[in-house]
Every structure is written in structure tokens, then in C-alpha cells.
């Protein structure tokens, strides 16, 4: 695989986030309904698409446990298949849960459904109570000692970002809020100009929209590109933009170190359309690494 710039995913990829916003998930359903779903759920959100804000994700979980109340008797791997067949994220779970249940119980479950006070829980337990005074602006009335953001262990070595920085243009494409994207960025030690990143905050649409990864091939210039993600949506990302940008190639590489794993993971990935699949983000410069036709050191990489 030749390319000229790298754009990374971060959670899954840079920081491992299973303690922290897949734990928020879990628990901000559990503080506000009394019910939650399996932290291994969660992939099956992940894998359904549509599902790169993880606010979005807990909506939908809480959709689920509420339906589940009413009598809805489907499992949540038969609940994520049938959002994927509605097209994916919140809007394919509200579908789903609409045409599971009758008018009566389709009322009780939306005036149950709060999702501005699930978004609340999870940036409490998230953050924690000092930064959520921060960068919330309230005050914090759930009992939560320490923010799960601090259970981040960092999955990228140094000396890959070194590497990949000496040779190619770098640049990060992640759902996380801007502040939040830079403290997992400083905590890896991945210092970037304002313009070769994308986070939720510059970009409405979300991954697997490819606006944000032309962008960013655009301000490199690459011919290349090779975008490394651990998601279904994250892959779906370099397909949308190989047909949005014929001009340049988008190579998805999937890693192993976020939900998926495994040959199941492997064919998962592989049907959705990634290059390559690699166990870890540490392994990206080997796999670009072909002494015939490795890329020059390009000026002014970071």
C-alpha cells in the first residue's frame, strides 16, 4: 500500500476508550433508566453505522432499554440488524422501536426518552466533576469521584507517531468535541496545526460523510491517502471518499485495538471495503513501508 499522507482515527486508535466513553455509554443509561445494555453491545451499535457520536449511540441504547419494557422481544444483535437495514444511527433506531410497538407503548417509551439528560450523565461521568465545570459550564449532580476520561491508556508508541510524522503529512479525522480531542492528543504527545485535524466541532456531518477526509487530502495535497480507524464507519469513510474523489486514492485500514478483533472482525472490516486490516496503529509503518516505492520525506511534515 503507497501513500503520501495519514490521517488517524483517535479513540481505538491513539487512546483505548473501552473504560471510558464505551463505559459512559453503559452507564449513563443504567443512572438515568434503572437498566443498561452489555458493554460488548456496544460494538453491535458500532457495527450497525451511523454511530460515531457516541451521544447518538446512547439514545439509541436507551430507545432499546425502554422498548424492552414494553415488551419488545428482540435481542440486541436482531435490534442493530434491523438499524443497519434502516440505514444506521439514531434515526434507524427510532424506526425500528416505531414499527416494534403499538401506538400506546410507542408513547410511553418517546415520553420516557431523555436525551438531553442522557448527554448530561455521560459528559459528568465522562469528564468528571472539575472538567465538566469546565468545559460544560454547570454543576455536576451525579456522584461520580474521578472522570472516566482519565482511564485512557494510550495505544499509539512514540516512535510510530515519529515515523509517520518523518515521512508522510499526518492528520487526525475523530467524533470527539475539540477539547476532548486535545487531551487525548497531548496525552499521546500528537502536537498538529488547527488545520490538519477535524473534530466534531468542524464538522456537522460525521464519519463515514467524506467531506472531511478530502479536506484533508486537499490541504496535503496527496495523491494518497490512508485513513486507520476501528470502525465499520471509519472504513466507509475512504470508500465514500474514493467516490467522492476520484482523483486521489483512499486506502481505509482498519485496526484490531478499538471493538472488532478477530476473523470475524477481519471479514467485517474487509466487506466494508478496508485495503488492509492490522492488529494495532504501531503497525501502519510497516505496512506502508515498501522499500521499491516508499515516499519521500515530504517538506514541512509534521
Do not use: C
Request: proline share 4%; hydrophobic share 40%.
Amino acid at each position: 500500500m503507497n501513500a503520501d499522507a495519514v490521517v488517524l482515527d483517535v479513540d481505538g486508535v491513539l487512546v483505548d476508550v473501552a473504560d471510558s466513553y464505551r463505559r459512559a455509554i453503559v452507564e449513563s443509561v443504567a443512572h438515568v433508566y434503572d437498566d443498561t445494555i452489555a458493554k460488548a453491545d456496544v460494538q453491535e451499535f458500532k457495527d450497525a453505522g451511523g454511530f460515531n457520536n457516541d451521544w447518538e449511540l446512547t439514545d439509541a441504547a436507551a430507545l432499546y432499554v425502554l422498548a424492552r419494557r414494553e415488551g419488545l422481544a428482540l435481542s440486541v444483535e436482531t435490534f442493530t440488524d434491523r438499524i443497519a437495514a434502516t440505514g444506521g444511527g439514531l434515526s434507524g433506531a427510532e424506526t425500528v422501536v416505531l414499527d416494534s410497538l403499538d401506538p400506546a407503548e410507542r408513547e410511553r417509551v418517546m415520553s420516557a426518552w431523555d436525551s438531553g439528560r442522557l448527554r448530561d450523565i455521560f459528559q459528568q461521568l465522562y469528564l468528571g466533576p472539575d472538567l465538566y465545570r469546565e468545559l460544560e459550564g454547570g454543576e455536576p449532580d451525579a456522584d461520580v469521584a474521578a472522570g472516566y476520561i482519565h482511564d485512557e491508556p494510550v495505544l499509539v508508541e512514540r516512535a510510530t507517531l515519529e515515523t509517520l510524522g518523518e515521512r508522510y503529512d499526518v492528520g487526525v479525522l475523530t467524533g470527539r468535541p475539540g477539547a476532548e480531542a486535545d487531551i487525548a492528543l497531548d496525552r499521546v504527545g500528537l502536537d498538529l496545526p488547527a488545520d490538519h485535524r477535524f473534530t466534531m466541532d468542524d464538522w456537522e456531518a460525521g464519519k463515514p460523510d467524506p467531506d472531511a477526509l478530502v479536506t484533508l487530502a486537499e490541504r496535503f495535497d496527496a495523491d494518497s491517502v490512508a485513513f486507520v480507524g476501528d470502525t465499520l464507519d471509519d472504513v466507509h469513510t475512504a470508500v465514500n471518499a474514493s467516490e467522492a474523489d476520484p482523483s486521489r486514492t483512499y486506502h481505509g485500514v482498519g485496526v484490531f485495538s478499538g471493538g472488532l478483533g478477530g476473523e470475524d472482525g477481519r471479514r467485517k472490516f474487509e466487506r466494508a471495503g478496508a485495503s488492509a486490516v492490522v492488529d494495532s496503529v504501531n503497525d501502519l509503518p510497516a505496512l506502508l513501508d515498501d522499500a521499491t516505492d516508499r515516499p519521500e520525506p515530504r517538506d514541512g511534515a509534521d
